[in-house]
């Protein structure tokens, strides 16, 4: 009976601790989190430029978003950028992956080199891009010269910067992903390699048949970070080209700050969030469904 | 012949990735004359060029305001997110569900929907222009408390019990018992959280426009977009070298922990 008391007593004793503990959170979520959701669901009804009063405006923002040509160029570039990044970055990601998972010496060197950009700013690597990338005598281009090729205009030709970008990018990135296809990798049971070796199988389709359905999570974590990654584009167009040429670069979080921060309009940019968040989200789930399906198949 | 060919493709990779940083390096000390030759060495090498950005924008402040910025952001980073993945795991409370499936939701939440009504409530509470601004909205994160819940939830009950039977209260065995044992994913968490604090840089571009309060990855940003930096690149290479410099010597000691950081968060995905 005693011990029973102990017991409850200990356990209402540990409730008002845990709330004391998570208090400061709570606080922070209802600011942060809760208040911002609610707010931005607000926003999206209204003209605003933060200064004056706001005014209701009811579905405007959502009939000006459907008629505006630069949200459809800010949703064409990201979809452009996702379609080069994406594939690059899993092509790269796997090669340099399979290769570290083999017994080489200096697997750690390598491994650091590569991870390097990712934790440099993009800030730092845009810079330095666009010396990679200028016309005149950029890296490239001087690589190119010398080999008796003609100059390619990397950032200067509205078709070509935003594949520049996404090329950049993904140079940035793909230590991340070469490390998360690492994991992958060891955590395929040997077994499954031995027995198709005894059944006849050469190495290409131990790859195809064994390699890439088990690398089935690693995929979809690349899948769809690279595509929250690529929504979320900003700093490296913001620095390098500043949305042009012909506002070619003109990236989704650039076009929303743009929005906010130049023009003052603050309800629109909101709508721009609200739309391309659920955007996000949608392109996300789907690219999960159709991934695990495959899975399923394979 | 198969190990060669991937010594020579590992070795490629490895150029591709060190070059460009090396050049930048090397370019930051070359006279503006030489920075488009592809050698990494000059016979003309000089401080002039770092000079001359230290003159024009106050970079040693700009560096001082982001240690503190990323330092005070990442010591709240983990005493909270421990505070409350401690609670989540190993303490019984009313709400303790609905707090947790409240966190895993943040976390889906796309920054794009919540940014412009954040920047609205730091202006709305007179923060901008100042570092609380800049720290605020990253002071818990939701992503921290998950990752130390997962690692709480492994620490055996009956350890706490006999902490608690020698009368520890549980903030002090948070602290004095799991801290101890939870030192690499509290190094993970801590160094995750700086390394995205210190290259942030959307956040301030929004909330600071006083020079003196600038954080680094901003202030080069604004000089070398702003037209500050003119067309000298030797000066804009300068800038992106100092301040890929802390991260990389940080970098240097805590590789492993850096990687692991950002293994966890595909926790993300």
């Known amino acids: 009976m005693t011990v029973r008391r102990d017991q409850s007593s200990q356990k209402s004793g540990f409730g008002r601790t845990g709330h004391i503990f998570v208090f400061p959170y709570v606080v922070f979520f209802l600011l942060f989190a ?14 605003w430029n933060i200064v004056t009063p706001m005014e209701w405006v009811g579905f405007k923002n959502f009939v000006r978003l459907l008629n505006d040509p630069l949200f459809a160029k800010a949703i ?4 452009l950028f996702l379609a080069v990044h994406i594939p690059l970055q899993i092509v790269v990601a796997l090669l340099f992956a399979l290769l570290l998972n083999t017994r080489i010496a200096a697997r750690g060197a390598f491994r650091a080199i590569f991870f390097l950009p990712v934790v440099v700013s993009g800030v730092v690597v845009t810079i330095l891009w666009q010396q990679v990338y200028a016309y005149d005598n950029g890296i490239l281009n001087a690589i190119a010269l010398s080999l008796g ?5 990397w950032i200067i030709d509205p078709s070509m910067a935003m594949p520049s970008i996404a090329l950049m990018a993904t140079w940035k990135n793909v230590g991340i992903y070469i490390v998360l296809f690492l ?7 040997k077994e499954l390699y031995e027995s198709a070796s005894l059944d006849g199988a050469d190495s290409i389709r131990r790859f195809f048949y064994i390699t890439i359905p088990m690398l089935n999570p690693s995929m979809i974590l690349v899948v769809v970070l690279s595509t929250i990654g690529g929504f979320s584009l900003f ?6 080209t500043g949305g042009g040429p012909m506002q070619s670069t003109l990236s989704a979080m650039l076009y929303i700050y743009n929005q906010a921060f130049y023009f003052g309009h603050m309800g629109y940019a909101a709508t721009l969030g609200f739309v391309f968040a ?3 989200l949608a392109v996300v789930l789907l690219q999960k469904r159709l991934l695990e399906r495959e899975a399923v198949v394979a | 012949m198969k190990t060669l060919g991937r010594y020579i493709l590992l070795f490629s990779g490895g150029v591709i990735f060190a070059y460009p940083f090396l050049w930048m390096a090397v370019g930051a000390l070359k006279p503006e004359a030489e920075i488009h030759d592809l050698a990494l060495w000059s016979s003309h090498l000089s401080l002039a060029s770092l000079e001359k950005v230290f003159a024009k924008v106050p970079l040693a402040r700009s560096f001082l305001n982001s240690v503190i910025v990323s330092a005070f952001t990442t010591l709240s980073v983990i005493f909270f997110g421990s505070m409350v993945g401690y609670a989540l795991a190993k303490l019984q409370f009313k709400g303790r569900q609905v707090l947790y499936a409240a966190i895993l939701f943040t976390m889906m939440v796309p920054f794009q929907l919540t940014l412009i009504p954040q920047y609205i409530l730091i202006v709305k509470l007179g923060l901008t222009d100042s570092y609380l601004g800049l720290i605020a909205p990253t002071m818990m994160s939701a992503l921290s408390i998950v990752i130390f819940r997962q690692f709480f939830l492994g620490i055996p009950d009956a350890l706490l019990d006999a902490a608690r039977i020698d009368g520890c209260s549980e903030l002090r065995i948070l602290f004095r018992v799991v801290w101890p044992l939870a030192r690499p994913t509290v190094l993970t968490v801590a160094i995750l959280t700086f390394m995205t604090s210190w290259n942030e840089v959307l956040w301030p571009l929004l909330v600071v426009r006083e020079r003196s309060l600038m954080t680094m990855p901003q202030l080069v940003t604004i000089f070398v977009t702003g037209g500050e930096a003119e067309t000298q690149l030797g000066v804009q290479l300068a800038a992106a070298t100092m301040l890929a410099l802390p991260v990389t010597i940080l970098y240097a000691f805590f590789q492993r922990y850096f990687i692991d950081s950002m293994v966890s968060t595909g926790l993300k995905g």
Do not use: C, D, K, W
Not at chain 1, 37 to 42: A, G, M
């Open chain 1, 34 to 47: 809760a208040y911002p959701l609610v707010f931005s669901l607000i926003l999206v009804f209204h003209r």
């Open chain 1, 76 to 79: 064409g570039n990201t979809l």
């Open chain 1, 149 to 153: 090729l003609p100059r390619v205009p």
């Open chain 1, 183 to 189: 994991v992958g990798l060891q955590n395929i049971p």
């Open chain 1, 235 to 240: 700093i490296e167009p913001y620095v390098m």
């Open chain 1, 278 to 280: 659920v955007m996000i």
